[in-house]
């Protein structure tokens, strides 16, 4: 699928490799190369734009690490944006009560009733599955659906000729409440998003589905009218997810950056041939790697990143042993938590935080550091009632949320001075605080 579009990238950015200096000349032309490259492979204007507006802020004035030179470091910040703008590798909502939907919406021929098959095969062994067909216009669509369910030992509704789309999505709600189902599996027919009276029935259904899920299906092939389909779906009913079906095919692969962008969605899967089993999980890192190629330069300088931050760790640890915490030592540790597993004595003090909740949870602590004066970082204790509501707002958070962290923080600066030494060492190695 990326084939094309990691040709082009390659080529605009050949001429950094090996370069020990650059200049703003040298980092402007290969920005304009990569934007040629981005807009021949289909991506939408205004992502092409976001991104590069992102790469430059962060290519301009970057520290370069040592062992490395600008113009790999350049190559692997690219990377990182890339995957930064594919956004974080999400998994289906599977925390509502049972039983709670999943409402699948795409054009005609996108693929959707074979997509809905092959997620509901990735989900049997952890839940009770049914899937049910709402396509009353296309021939033998319900019957399709019901086949490819039976030979994945999943059930589906049974047909009742003559039901309405409405109809059927009642007669499932009730079926699974008897039968013990976990997840409706809801097909839609596929229609044209020009089509006004097919696009009600989508946005009736979900209104009254209420479903944990929308995922739109859509054609890696379609290119720039990929950008058409995902916002006119978009603004019909609040999209939770993509869904990109012929990610195996010889598409450009500006789709999958378009159509991320437009919705602000995330990639769920794609869908990579015919068979019931060809779909994955959606890894923004995977496909930036697969986009740029480089694996020797990307290897080498995020190893050489990795020595950086395992000297900053190092540097924490040896305060720690002395029994000294504060505020910048905890942002040092937050902004290294992405390549190095130091969650382990914070999950001690988060008791009921679920383990992939822990990353979510260190981004909301850093922003609250951010936010603060040296001198509120310093002196924790000066945090007054109006200085505690303006620290929340600045970083996006309740000032419930900001209390819940100061505690936090007070407890783990606690806990160091209380085992500083060999003795804290110690205790902190036992409880994965520095895992390299």
């Known amino acids: 699928m990326f084939n094309f579009l990691s040709q082009k990238l390659n080529q605009a950015l050949d001429r950094l490799r090996g370069k020990g200096f650059l200049n703003e000349n040298d980092v402007d032309l290969t920005l304009r190369e990569i934007r040629i490259a981005l807009i021949e492979s289909d991506v939408a204007l205004p992502a092409v734009k976001a991104l590069l507006e992102s790469i430059k802020a ?34 289906l909502n599977m925390q509502a009560n049972s039983p709670f939907s999943y409402l699948f919406v795409g054009l005609q021929g996108a693929g959707k009733t074979t997509s809905v098959a092959k997620i509901a095969n ?50 499932a709600l009730s079926f699974a409440k008897k039968n013990n189902i976990d997840v409706i599996l809801f097909d839609t ?12 029935e989508v946005s009736d259904l979900h209104k009254f589905l209420a479903p944990v899920e929308s995922l739109l299906i859509a054609d890696a092939m379609m290119g720039q009218e990929s950008v058409n389909v995902a916002k006119s779906f978009n603004d019909l009913i609040p999209l939770t997810g993509l869904v990109l079906t012929r990610a195996d095919g010889d598409a450009k692969g500006g789709a999958i950056l378009s159509m991320q962008f437009i919705t602000g969605c995330p990639v769920k899967f794609l869908g990579t041939g015919e068979q019931i089993g060809k779909l994955i999980p959606f890894d923004p890192m995977r496909v930036a790697s697969q986009i740029l190629g480089y694996g020797d330069v990307l290897q080498l300088v995020d190893a050489a990143e990795l020595a950086s931050e395992k000297s900053t760790i190092e540097t924490i640890q040896k305060r720690l042993e002395k029994g000294l915490f504060t505020m910048d030592d905890m942002r040092r540790q937050l902004e290294v938590i992405q390549k190095i597993d130091v969650s382990g004595i914070v999950s001690k003090f988060s008791k009921g935080a679920a383990k992939s909740d822990h990353h979510l949870m260190m981004r909301r602590y ?58 804290g060492k110690d205790m902190l190695k036992a409880l994965g605080r520095f895992q390299a």
Not at 60 to 89: C, N, Y
Not at 156 to 168: A, D, F
Not at 189 to 200: K, S
């Open 189 to 200: 027919a596929g229609r044209l998003h020009i089509d006004d009276a097919m696009m009600q």
């Open 366 to 423: 850093l922003a609250f550091i951010n936010s603060m004066t040296p001198a509120e970082r310093n002196s924790p204790a000066i945090l007054n009632a109006s200085r505690r509501r303006r620290i929340a707002t600045g970083a996006g958070q309740t000032v419930a949320e900001l209390n819940q962290f100061l505690k936090t923080f007070d407890m783990l600066r606690g806990f160091i001075k209380k085992f500083g030494g060999t003795k």
């Open 122 to 171: 990735f989900l049997k062994d952890s839940k009770n599955v049914l899937t049910v067909s709402l396509d009353v216009y296309r021939p033998a669509a319900q019957k399709q659906l019901e086949v490819l369910s039976e030979g994945i030992g999943v059930p589906s509704l049974p047909i009742v000729q003559g039901e309405s789309p409405m109809e059927i999505a009642s007669r």
């Open 58 to 91: 962060k290519a301009v004035g970057h520290e370069i690490i040592k062992s490395v030179t600008p113009g790999q470091m350049v190559i692997k910040l690219v990377r990182d944006e890339i995957v930064a703008f594919l956004g974080e590798s999400t998994p």
